[in-house]
């Protein structure tokens, strides 16, 4: 699935990815280029936020650098996880 093709992200989503990383939002802004502002009012609707589609992609791209995975499962709804860590070969 490519990044144009990948479902929204949800307030709640950005909020739980932010905690699984512990970033503040103020680290999630500095780290994705979007304004504090616009980061602050989509976390406020716990749907599909009513960011630009620029800013979305710029934050899902932060917070995947980040370790984070979105996830979608199967009538289970929008989520979030934490990928697993790749350990070094010896």
């Known amino acids: 699935m490519g990044q144009a093709e990948k479902p929204p992200l949800s307030g709640s989503q950005i909020r739980a990815a932010r905690a699984l990383v512990n970033w503040s ?24 936020t009513s960011m630009t589609a620029p800013n ?3 934050i899902r791209r932060a917070l995947e650098q980040a370790g984070i995975d979105f996830i979608d499962e199967n009538g289970g709804g929008p989520g979030v996880r934490l990928r697993k860590r790749q350990q070094k070969k010896a």
Do not use: F, M, P, W
């Open 56 to 58: 979305a992609l710029a």
């Open 25 to 48: 939002a103020q680290d999630l802004a500095r780290h994705s280029a979007v304004s504090l502002r616009t980061i602050r009012r989509a976390e406020l609707d716990s749907r599909q």
